[in-house]
Nanobody, 120 residues
Framework: QVQLVESGGGLVQSGGSLGLSCAAS????????MAWYRQAPGREREMVAT???????NYAGSAKGRFTISRDNAKNTVYLQMNSLIPEDTATYYC??????????????WGQGTLVLVSS
């Protein structure tokens, strides 16, 4: 249905910034909400930020004020700008898309993940 490919992860020093991108392909016209999740070693995957089709956003408490999610529907791409990074932000970051196949059927797609390492 929909394929997601993340890019932009890497190593950054504490206090630094990093931007992630996620490009969607396939039946992208079915995508409604998009989001970024992350999973640190030994921890459960958690939502970082979401953005709706109309641009409305929602953030986890840990991301508020530091991270900004945005999307470019023309490019089928969602972004996550991360500022003031701290070692606790170290995780694999995953792109997520909600896919409305029909009025009653919603699916989801996940990217393969991109690793963000924040050194102290």
């Amino acid at each position: 249905q929909v394929q997601l490919v993340e890019s932009g992860g890497g190593l950054v020093q504490s206090g630094g910034s990093l931007g992630l991108s996620c490009a969607a392909s396939g039946r992208t016209y079915l995508i409604t909400d998009m989001a970024w999740y992350r999973q640190a070693p030994g921890r459960e995957r958690e939502m970082v930020a979401t953005v709706g089709n109309g641009g409305g956003t929602n953030y986890a408490g840990s991301a508020k004020g530091r991270f900004t999610i945005s999307r470019d529907n023309a490019k089928n791409t969602v972004y996550l700008q991360m500022n003031s990074l701290i070692p606790e932000d170290t995780a694999t970051y995953y792109c997520h898309a909600s896919i409305q196949v029909s009025m009653k059927t919603n699916l989801e797609a996940w990217g393969q993940g991109t690793l963000v390492l924040v050194s102290s």
